[in-house]
Every structure is written in structure tokens, then in C-alpha cells.
């Protein structure tokens, strides 16, 4: 049996959860764990959209306090505290430097007061305190924030999940482990409705075309910005969602870049801010919050978020002399927030989450809104809390809890690496990526190229993957396209070209390993081109330059 299977076709289920984003991930963990039976339906990938364009924190509610909103702060430390011990090899202690700045917002003292009420509320958490950082030590360890005429700042002891996209991976591996069904690639065509009530979903069979009905007695809706789209197949309704437009940049290392997250305000119009030492040296340089009434379908940064992003950090890094062309790659989305009339100022929205559940014609829908990864698992118990309710079941202590990733290793995750690395028949780079990258998830692929010479080959310099990890990614993971693959499973889209160098030597191997015919390789490399053109990498800029010349809009 694979780790996971994105295609089969069922007709019945407890529980139909509609997306397969980081809140539908964690519904069905929560709802498979309990014994139900049920399937996940996505028309993309998992985490393919809105989840894949987070700003990678697992935050432990800091920015949630200046709201008042101290509920949301307690269920964020906890949660924050349980993926540190659940999931230690994804995610990670990460420190940031917050600049009391001149123009910040919140003036100095009351952040201050902010960081040691944080760690009131945060007793018992397994992150140190957070720290009041004087002058003579910002010029010690941030020199070139210090440059900025910043005299002092706080240290906020915080986390992030570098990786994202295996995060995501290692929940729908461990709600399939539970007896979930998967499908993915695969559209909600419709709402079935008998006897007054909403009863199952159609939904396009990817393989063979065919519409096939799957019938249960909850419908989750958890769509993200799509929640909209799917309440629409039952009918007129009021909007739910208001999506604003997050984007983020990526570059290389720059001059004065810090080691730690620089957690700062705006100066141009007060927005919260980071610089994240992200991946293999890089940084992510984020978010911007805007409001949008765009095609939700395709979300693309524009030059005046580049600029304004650009200008924010060189304003609190002055000796980053940051331009456009050091933007290796970008990737930008919408946030599922709850609609507002006539917004103007997206930060007021509350980022807490919300389950509405359906009455009158469309009993039996559950709607999502809202969500985040830090809080996915919280949400999911209380989901299901209301499926118990609609099912008629007793309520269960959740066992995600304490429940450990499928890769967290049983030892601390340094002896881990030190211990495969060392034993791994495999180079040490490889061996070591593997562990980084897969956790204790890596032992297959070891196993697996250690069967063939050509499986243990690197197929991308820059990332050192190897073609094991994209045979991996088809047979075990329910892959189905080369962005899967390479954006979702192995990450090599992580490189300065979001894989567009590794793409033919990933489907070459799967001609060779898989079953693809070369055309069907040829066509997913161009289907690959064309999708990475979202992330507007610099690989490709100067075709979509060229393209819209052609088209007059340049």
C-alpha cells in the first residue's frame, strides 16, 4: 500500500470534506482518527493553493494581542507548543527581532509590555522568554538594523515551518493512515439535495471523465477563498468570503541581511512586515495585504507590491541596496477572510476562524472560513465537534493532540540526521537532504535508491535532489503532475528557478520509472513551464516580458 492514494471512486462516506487546504487537511485528520469514514476532494492538489502561499510562521498569536483578542492567543501558544513536539522535525524555534522603530505604530514601551504579557500567558511554553533588546546589543547582533537609526527592539520567541508543502504532505499521509480517502485533481461539480437537506457531492472522475455522485450525511465546505463558489452550486447566498492579496518575494542572501526574522512595521504605511532567513540561504521578504476583487484563479505580484516591499525592507536594512532584479521568484495568493462591505483596510479583519453550520435547505453543508496553519489543528477538533453533533456521536478526546507526524523521528531530529546520514549508503549531501527534507520519511527513499545506481543520481545540482525522490513522489505520495512533484513532494521549486531546470530530467526519470510516454512528458514540462510563469521567476522574466509586448499590455 502506498503512503498515499489520490485516486479511487467512492459512492458513500460519513464525512465529505470539500478541499484539500490546510483546514480540509486537518478536518479529515481529526474526523479519520476518530473512526469515520471519510473522503477528501480537492480539484487541485493538496495545499496546492492558498496554503502554499502562507508566510511559513507558526505564530505564537503576538500580533493578535493589540486586538484584544486573547482567546486567539491562548489557542496559538498551545498550538504553537504542540507541533514543537509533534512535528519537530518541520517545524522550528525561530526567533525574530522586533525594531522599536520611530514610525512604528506601537510605540517602544508598549510593545515592550506586549512581550512580557506574551510570556504571562505563554507559562510553561517550550520556546524561552522573550527579551528586551538594548542598544549596545542590537549594534552587537543586528548592525545593520542598528544603521537604521534603530536604538531598540524586542526578541520575540517564536516558530515557522520552513517547509510547508511536506507539512501539508504528512497530514494527508496521516489522515490516509487513519483510513481517509484522497482524491485530488478531481472538481465538485455539484451539491445533491433530498428531502430538503443537503445529502452529497458530484464530482468529475479524473481518470475516466465520468460525473459520479458520493453521498454523506455532512458536507464540509472547506474551499478557501472558493467557499463562495461551492455554496453558489446550492443556490443563492450571502457572501461569505472577502479575500485580501498576500504576496512575498524571494532573493538570495544581501548585504546586512540578519540571521534572525526582523519582525518590523511598515514605514510607509504600518503594515506588518518580516525578513525570513528562509531556505539554503535565501530569504522571503513579505506580506503585503490588499484588498482584491480579482479572478482568485490566478494571483500574480505586481510592481507596485515589488517596489513597496523592496523599499520597506531597504528602509529597515539600509544597506541591502535591494532591486527588482534580485527577486529571484514570488508567489502571491488570496487570504479566505470573512466578508466585509466596503473595506479599506484589510488589517482589521479578524484572523480567527469560523464554522457555520448550515440550516433550512442546505442542512447537512458545514461551511469553513478563515484558518491558518498554526491554529489547523484546533480547528479541525472543533470541527468535529459539530460532525458528532450532526452524526449523533458521543464526543472523543482528540488523539491529534499528541499524535506525531509520520515523519518525526523517535529520537531528537539532530541525532536522527547525524545517525542516517552516517549510515546512509547514499553521499552525505544526498543523505542529508533526504533527512531535512522527509524526516524519518526519507527511509524509503533510501531504500528505494539504493535498488538502482540511476535512482541515487542527483537530477538537480542546486538542490542535490535525486530521481528516487520523483519515483517516490508518483508511487508512494499520489503524485500526478510534474508541479506535484516537483513544487509539492520533493520541493526542488524551491531552487532559483522554481524547477524549471529540473523539470525534463524529473519526467525523463519517469519515462524510464513510471510509465510515462514521452509525449505525456513533453506535454507535463510544458504544462510546468507554463504554471511556474505565476511565480514570476527571474528564469523567466524575460519571456513574460516579450509576451506582453505581444499582447500591448507593456
Not at 517550550?126 to 548592525?143: A, D, G, H, Q, T
Not at 520541493?491 to 509525449?519: C, N
Amino acid at each position: 500500500m502506498p503512503l498515499l492514494n489520490t485516486y479511487s471512486a467512492p459512492r458513500a462516506a460519513d464525512v465529505v470534506v470539500i478541499g484539500a487546504g490546510i483546514n480540509g487537511l486537518a478536518i479529515a485528520r481529526e474526523a479519520a482518527a476518530r473512526g469515520l469514514d471519510v473522503v477528501m476532494i480537492d480539484r487541485d492538489d493538496i495545499a496546492a493553493r492558498t496554503s502554499a502561499i502562507s508566510t511559513r510562521l507558526i505564530h505564537g498569536g503576538l500580533k493578535y494581542l493589540p486586538r484584544f483578542e486573547i482567546p486567539l492567543v491562548f489557542e496559538s501558544i498551545r498550538e504553537r507548543d504542540i507541533l514543537l513536539q509533534t512535528a519537530p522535525h518541520l517545524v522550528r524555534p525561530y526567533p525574530m527581532l522586533i525594531p522599536f522603530a520611530k514610525w512604528n505604530k506601537t510605540p517602544g514601551w508598549l510593545m515592550s509590555c506586549g512581550l512580557i504579557l506574551h510570556d504571562v500567558l505563554a507559562l510553561g511554553k517550550k520556546l524561552p522568554l522573550n527579551r528586551i533588546v538594548f542598544s549596545r546589543r542590537m549594534k552587537k547582533e543586528w548592525p545593520s538594523v542598528a544603521q537604521a537609526g534603530v536604538k531598540w527592539g524586542g526578541l520575540f520567541q517564536d516558530a515557522h515551518v520552513p517547509v510547508t508543502e511536506r507539512f501539508a504532505m504528512e497530514i494527508a499521509i496521516d489522515a490516509s493512515r487513519h483510513g481517509a480517502t484522497v482524491l485530488t485533481h478531481t472538481p465538485v461539480t455539484g451539491l445533491i439535495r433530498e428531502d430538503g437537506r443537503v445529502t452529497g457531492v458530484r464530482y468529475h472522475d479524473r481518470e475516466t471523465g465520468v460525473e459520479h455522485e458520493l453521498r454523506a450525511p455532512v458536507i464540509v465546505n472547506s474551499a478557501g477563498p472558493w467557499v463562495d463558489a461551492i455554496l453558489d452550486l446550492a443556490g443563492s447566498h450571502p457572501r461569505k468570503i472577502g479575500p485580501t492579496k498576500g504576496s512575498h518575494l524571494v532573493v538570495d542572501a544581501f548585504p546586512g541581511a540578519p540571521d534572525t526574522c526582523i519582525f518590523f512595521d511598515s514605514p510607509e504605511d504600518g503594515r506588518p512586515m518580516f525578513i525570513l532567513p528562509w531556505h539554503d540561504g535565501r530569504f522571503m521578504i513579505g506580506t503585503t495585504d490588499l484588498p482584491y476583487d480579482g479572478s482568485i484563479d490566478e494571483v500574480v505580484i505586481d510592481d507596485q507590491e515589488v517596489d513597496y516591499l523592496l523599499r520597506s525592507a531597504n528602509t529597515i536594512v539600509p544597506g541591502a541596496h535591494l532591486v527588482p532584479d534580485d527577486v529571484l521568484w514570488s508567489y502571491s495568493g488570496v487570504r479566505p477572510l470573512p466578508y466585509v462591505a466596503d473595506l479599506t483596510d484589510p488589517s482589521s479583519v479578524s484572523r480567527d476562524s469560523d464554522i457555520i453550520v448550515h440550516t433550512g435547505d442546505t442542512a447537512g453543508l458545514m461551511t469553513v472560513i478563515g484558518g491558518k496553519y498554526t491554529t489547523h489543528r484546533a480547528l479541525g477538533e472543533q470541527a468535529l465537534r459539530k460532525i458528532e453533533q450532526a452524526l449523533g456521536l458521543r464526543h472523543e478526546a482528540s488523539p491529534t493532540r499528541t499524535a506525531r507526524f509520520p515523519g518525526a523521528p523517535a529520537d531528537s531530529v539532530a541525532a536522527f540526521r547525524a545517525t542516517f546520514v552516517e549510515r546512509s549508503s547514499l553521499e552525505a549531501r544526498t543523505a542529508g537532504r533526504l533527512a531535512d527534507i522527509y524526516g524519518a520519511l526519507a527511509r524509503p527513499i533510501e531504500a528505494l535508491a539504493t535498488t538502482d545506481p540511476a535512482l541515487a543520481e542527483v537530477i538537480d545540482d542546486e538542490t542535490g535532489a535525486i530521481a528516487a525522490e520523483v519515483v517516490h513522489a508518483v508511487r508512494e505520495e499520489g503524485a500526478v503532475s510534474l508541479e506535484d512533484i516537483l513544487v509539492r513532494r520533493t520541493v526542488m521549486a524551491f531552487a532559483s528557478d522554481v524547477g524549471l531546470a529540473a523539470a525534463p530530467r524529473a519526467a525523463a526519470v519517469l519515462v524510464a520509472y513510471a510509465g510515462w510516454t514521452e509525449q505525456h512528458a513533453e506535454a507535463e514540462v510544458a504544462r510546468y513551464r507554463e504554471a511556474a510563469r505565476r511565480f514570476l521567476p527571474r528564469a523567466l522574466r524575460n519571456d513574460l516580458v516579450e509576451d506582453q509586448v505581444r499582447a500591448g499590455t507593456l
